[in-house]
Structure formats: structure tokens, C-alpha cells
């Protein structure tokens, strides 16, 4: 099992603690806070790896910086970075954290997601095909697809 | 009738609820007065119909779909009771846009499979249809397939950023690729998610993911003359007014562009009046922020000359039916 895998020995990084979120300003309860970068890491963060037992966040892929939000305009852009420049994993990580944020942002949200410049052979190809509406939904239709998705996707609580 | 009134806006006429997930694509009879057909990824295809008492819209008929299956239907007697009478087979995957030719004989097909597929109706044999042309040139998905309004040449624009001009030359009735529009000759640098004519034809409108509207022409007179295929050039490109991937652009028979984003707004262009030195421009008429909640996939207008209705479908699940008019 362990052969065959793109990225045998991927580099895993110590978890940072989870920042405790403390209200001391907003007593309204009926104005909703704005999402910020850290709300949107909290969505991705725990997505599994397509092929190791780490999540996004203990192989890097994904960081609270990697996420840039204007909650304003209601937009989101996710840049991630794969463990290996051929990984051909991209795709499915790619459409892991669209699926996530697609079912956790309000449907007002527009979402982009790259790859970290530089960190990809094909990342203007992988970038393209990630932000393509039509080509998202044919994946989406694939039960291959669909089921390597939804075991990444941290199940809901 | 000048359309240069100024205080033109888009009025919402009525909202189509009934569609349960996002609605890719609507379509006015142009046979049967105010009505309308969406298709949805619910797997329906609704027809709506407007009241004569009373103008407004409602939902005659739902019809079930396969999904992303490969398979394109043909319908018979649209407008009371709908039969399948055909289902022509052969792309890949999904098939993407479906285009009559002016007359009724031809239909051409395309799809994520990256070919376009013409199909002639045969009426000697029960309305069969059989395939007369597969066409592979474009390199990656095939978004749209559109004839020519009065002739048999054929459009298609694509995820490889070009448009591809197809007709038949030779006496063997075989299709080519006789032009290909591509970043090199002004053309699109991103996906080309859509085209249009105008209603004489000598024009035709196409819109992208790089965010801009093109324009392009051509000496339609030379071409019917017979004279063989004479090519189309860019006339200019609109960019700035849509900051997310442009779906749809459609072009009224009285001269009026629509463009439907990613933004969520609908914007409206014409032919602006000046005589320019340098040829033809199109300024911006009405832009409608927020027209839905989400992407606007599809933007059709009417296709009678008075009406000045405008439709729209989007990911938020409606339609939306507009009307042009002066703003009080």
C-alpha cells in the first residue's frame, strides 16, 4: 500500500495551537461578524491528504495565510501548495477545499483556488481547470472523484 | 426606434421560481409567443409559459433529464405536450450547446469530448437523424456550437480560448475548419464561454473568462455573393465592465448586446453613435449590479422586435425575465 504513492515521505509540520476566538467587542447578536481568514483556515485546515493520514494543515498545504478573504465583496481566494511539484494529486486537493468552502461559505461567496506559484509543473493548466464552473460539476458527477472527496472531507459534526 | 433614449434600465418583470439547483441555460420559442425553457443541474428542463390575460409567467411543463449522460433529445410538438422522438448518440461526455441551422435540416451538437458533432435530419426515413460530420479540431472542451443566422457555416468556441469557423467548401459536402480566432488574431487569452449575431449577421459578438467582450465582422456580402469564405476580423474588444468570467452574450434584433457574468450583473451594450476615425465602438447602456444572487449563466433576449424582454438564468436557482424601458 505504501508503494505507488507520489510523495512517500512528505514532510509533516508541528500542529500550531488553535487560537481561541474571544468576543470582547460585538454584544449584537443580530449582526453578523464579518468571515475573516481564520474562520475560512477553520473550514480547510482538518481536509484530509488524498494520500496520507495528514491534513492539509500538517503537510502545509494549506495555511492561514495561504487564505486572502474580502468578506465585503464576498470573496475568497484559497492558494495552496502541493508536496511535490508533479503531484497529481493537485486536482483532487484543489477540488476538496472548493467542495468544503462551497458547502460551509454563504452561496453570495465567489471563490478562487490556485497553486502557489512556482510549486507546480502545470500550474496555469491546474489553475484553469480548478476555477472552470462546468468542468467542476463534470468532476463532481464522477463517483470516482465524488469518493476520493468525500473520504478527504473531514466528516460533519 | 433609437436605442440611445438616455435613463434605459433593466426593470425585473418577474422571478421563474421552481428550479431546485442551478439553472445553466434559457431559451425563448421562436414560434410560440412568451415562452421560455430553462434546463437546470435538477436534471429538468422547465417550460414557462406567459398568461396573455394577465403577462405573467408560469410553469406548464417539467420534464425529467438524464445528467451529464452524453445523449442529446429531440422534441417534438413543444408547446402543449412534449414527446422525445429522438436521442442522438455518440459524444463522450456531456454534451454542452445544441444549434439548428437556419432551415431545420442541421443540428450541431458539441461537448466536453472537445468535437462537434453535426447531425441532418433525414424526412424521408421517419426524421432520423444521421451524422454527417464529426469535427476534432478544437484541443480541449467545446462550450458552444452556433450556426450562422442565414448560412450554413457553423461556430464553435472553446476551453482552448479560440473560436473555429467550420464550413463546406468542396463538392463532397465535407466540413472544415476554415478559420480559427485565437489570442494571435485579437482574439480571446482565456476560455470562450459564448457567441451571438446580430441580426444581419455581418457581426458577431463572443464573450470569456479573460473578462472581455469581443467584437468581430465580416463582408457578410462578399460571402453570399458565393465568392467562397471570406474571414472574420476583429472589430474591438470591451474589457473593464465584468470582473468575473463573462457566460453568456446575447445580441437583440434591434442592435442591443447582453452579458451575463460571474459577477452577478447583466450589462448592456451598443453601438455607440460616433463616427470615429477609427471605426466602429460600442459603449456600455445599462449595467444591473446584483441582477441575481449568484453567477448569471445565460442571457437571451426575445426574439420579437418590440418586446424588449430579456431573460436570464443563474446559479441562484431562478429566471429572471427583464424588459429594457425607460426609467420613470
Known amino acids: 500500500m505504501v508503494s505507488g504513492l507520489i510523495n512517500e515521505n512528505p514532510i509533516i509540520y508541528p500542529k500550531k495551537e488553535r487560537r481561541l476566538r474571544t468576543d470582547t467587542s460585538i454584544t449584537d447578536e443580530l449582526t453578523p461578524e464579518p468571515i475573516d481568514q481564520l474562520e475560512i483556515f477553520d473550514h480547510i485546515r482538518d481536509i484530509k491528504d488524498p494520500e496520507h493520514p495528514n491534513t492539509l494543515e500538517d503537510l502545509r498545504v494549506v495555511t492561514e495565510d495561504s487564505v486572502e478573504v474580502d468578506d465585503e465583496n464576498s470573496y475568497v481566494r484559497v492558494t495552496f501548495t502541493p508536496t511535490v511539484e508533479h503531484c497529481s494529486m493537485a486536482t483532487v486537493i484543489g477540488l476538496c477545499v472548493r467542495v468544503k468552502l462551497l458547502r460551509s461559505l454563504p452561496s453570495r461567496y465567489k471563490i478562487d483556488i490556485r497553486v502557489a506559484p512556482g510549486s507546480h509543473a502545470t500550474e496555469d493548466a491546474l489553475n484553469k481547470q480548478l476555477n472552470d464552473k462546468e468542468r467542476v460539476a463534470a468532476a463532481l458527477e464522477n463517483p470516482n472523484l465524488v469518493e476520493m472527496v468525500d473520504e478527504c472531507l473531514p466528516s460533519e459534526e | ?275 470615429s476615425v477609427d471605426g466602429p465602438s460600442y459603449k456600455l447602456l445599462v449595467k444591473k449590479e446584483k441582477a441575481h444572487e449568484m453567477d448569471v449563466n445565460s442571457v437571451q433576449w426575445a426574439p420579437d422586435k418590440e418586446s424588449r424582454l430579456l431573460a436570464s438564468a443563474s446559479d441562484d436557482k431562478m429566471v429572471k425575465i427583464w424588459k429594457l424601458a425607460s426609467e420613470p
Open chain 2, 1 to 275: 426606434m433609437k436605442v440611445m433614449d438616455k435613463n434605459l434600465g433593466l426593470e425585473e418583470v418577474q422571478k421563474l421560481e421552481g428550479h431546485t439547483d442551478r439553472v445553466w441555460n434559457v431559451a425563448w420559442n421562436p414560434a410560440a409567443d412568451g415562452v421560455i425553457a430553462s434546463c437546470s443541474a435538477d436534471k429538468t428542463v422547465r417550460i414557462w409559459e406567459q398568461s396573455s390575460l394577465t403577462r405573467s409567467w408560469t410553469c406548464k411543463l417539467g420534464h425529467r433529464l438524464g445528467s451529464f449522460d452524453g445523449n442529446t433529445c429531440v422534441w417534438e410538438n413543444f408547446a402543449t405536450d412534449s414527446e422525445s422522438v429522438s436521442v442522438l448518440r455518440g459524444h463522450e461526455s456531456e454534451v454542452k450547446s445544441v444549434s439548428w441551422n437556419a432551415s431545420g435540416s442541421l443540428l450541431a451538437t458539441c461537448g466536453r469530448d472537445k468535437s462537434v458533432w453535426i447531425w441532418e435530419i433525414q424526412p424521408e426515413e421517419d426524421d432520423e437523424f444521421d451524422t454527417i460530420a464529426v469535427l476534432t479540431g478544437h484541443s480541449e472542451d467545446v462550450k458552444m456550437v452556433l450556426w450562422h443566422p442565414t448560412m450554413d457555416v457553423l461556430f464553435s468556441c472553446s476551453y482552448d480560448n479560440t473560436i473555429k469557423i467550420w464550413c463546406s467548401e468542396d463538392e463532397d459536402g465535407d466540413y472544415n475548419c476554415v478559420q480559427t480566432l485565437s489570442e494571435l488574431n485579437n482574439g480571446h487569452s482565456s476560455t470562450v464561454w459564448s457567441i451571438s449575431f446580430n441580426a444581419a449577421g455581418d457581426k458577431m459578438v463572443t464573450c470569456s473568462d479573460d473578462l472581455a467582450v469581443k467584437i468581430w465582422k465580416t463582408d457578410i456580402s462578399r460571402m453570399q455573393s458565393g465568392e467562397g469564405y471570406v474571414p472574420w476580423t476583429h472589430v474591438c474588444t470591451l474589457s473593464g465592465f465584468h470582473d468575473r468570467t463573462i457566460y453568456s452574450v446575447h445580441w437583440s434584433r434591434d442592435g442591443v448586446i447582453a452579458s451575463g457574468a460571474g459577477d452577478d450583473t447583466i450589462q448592456l451594450f451598443v453601438d455607440s453613435d460616433s463616427d
